[in-house]
């Protein structure tokens, strides 16, 4: 059970959120109720699969008007995983969403993108097709781009891969498109950073994961802990043990994917099974790590009863990309919470969302 102390720590936070957003919100992720979140989402999209369905939860909540996708950023290098990303951004209407890829990445993880853009129609004709005229951006110059151009204090950053990019964008100088150089630019445009990263397990029940090296972690260790110590707005982390606990359901797979935005989500996952579970196929219960960042923001309202949050702190990690958080009164880091009841909560949710029964 969490002390008192830290209970009363993360009800001070709501309401201090709450009274910077929407009301009731568990963090100021928007203006109010109604207002769209500006979202960039950072990802390493095509190696493990949870990454296209986070993806499809934005064009969702974009659907209804509670989120606007700025860009989208890469921090793999393969092709074809841009080119998976421009098809789907087009698949839900929004082909002009840019898409940046560095030419040189901390890791090649591109699984089934490849498989899934190369289904064809009786007719010959792509199922899934690339938009004409998509080029791939440089991902620094983009995301000063997207910075420059939008309000203060506006743009929700959802990182659901390496750190790579938003560490190299604090670094950057300040150039033609912004005299800021990227730390100030992040300082005064965007409002909070949502990362699936990290294995924080502060809850009793899940004490197992704590000296867990997650993966994203793992892949770029130096720029995990640049990004930890120096990101100069809140961070709200979802460690490995949230979405290791909360699983995709194979009988939503299998029967409800129906619509020809769904069956694309279904068809990249049974490609990516056929390599990481080839013998469950649509029954692998994979977890759902990247989709709770994503839900956390999007759903940020305390009375719907799927997360909490720990108590502040410092968050760093260690060589092996060991997770390390210190509770400080001031600090502006913090890791999600979530109980058996909200897990069943939040599964449900994707099923839900992922699936547009």
């Not at 979140?37 to 095509?46: E, H, Q, R, S, V």
């Not at 949502?194 to 793992?218: Q, T």
């Not at 056929?274 to 759902?288: C, D, F, I, M, V």
């Amino acid at each position: 059970m969490k002390s008192f102390t830290a209970i009363v720590l993360i009800s001070v936070f709501a309401l201090c959120q709450a009274s910077s957003g929407a009301e009731g919100d568990l963090l100021d992720a928007r203006d109010s109720q109604d207002a769209p979140i500006p979202i960039i989402l950072d990802t390493d999209i095509g190696g493990d699969i949870d990454d296209a369905f986070a993806l499809a939860l934005i064009h969702r909540f974009a659907d209804v008007g509670a989120c606007e996708l700025l860009a989208v950023t890469l921090t793999n290098k393969r092709p074809d995983a841009a080119r998976y990303v421009a098809a789907e951004n087009a698949l839900y209407g929004r082909p002009e969403i840019p898409v940046g890829q560095p030419q040189e990445a901390a890791r090649d993880t591109d699984n089934y993108p490849s498989a899934v853009l190369a289904l064809k129609n009786a007719d010959g004709t792509a199922c899934y097709p690339v938009p004409e005229k998509f080029e791939v951006q440089e991902p620094i110059a983009l995301l000063r781009r997207t910075l420059a151009s939008a309000q203060d204090r506006s743009v929700v950053f959802i990182q659901i891969g390496f750190s790579t990019n938003l560490a190299a964008l604090l670094d950057s100088p300040g150039d033609a498109v912004s005299p800021l150089t990227g730390a100030e630019l992040v300082a005064k445009k965007a409002r909070i950073l949502s990362v699936m990263g990290g294995a924080f397990a502060i809850d009793p029940d899940a004490e197992k994961y704590r000296k867990h090296c997650e993966w994203n972690i793992l892949n770029d260790v130096p720029s995990a802990k640049k990004l930890a110590a120096e990101w100069p707005t809140p961070i709200v982390f979802s460690g490995y043990e949230i979405g290791d606990r909360i699983r995709m359901s194979p009988v939503n797979l299998k029967r409800d994917y129906r619509s020809p935005r769904a069956k694309f989500l279904r068809e990249s996952y049974e490609r990516w099974a056929s390599k990481a579970a080839p013998k469950e196929g649509l029954n692998h219960r994979r977890p759902t790590w990247d989709l709770t960042s994503v839900l956390f923001v999007l759903r940020p309202e305390e009375g719907r009863g799927y997360f909490t949050l720990s108590e502040p702190g410092d968050v760093d990690f260690d060589a092996n990309g060991a997770t390390l958080f210190t509770p400080r009164e001031d600090g502006t880091r913090r890791a999600f919470l979530v109980d058996g009841d909200a897990r069943i909560r939040v599964g449900e949710a994707f099923v839900n969302l992922c699936s547009e029964p």
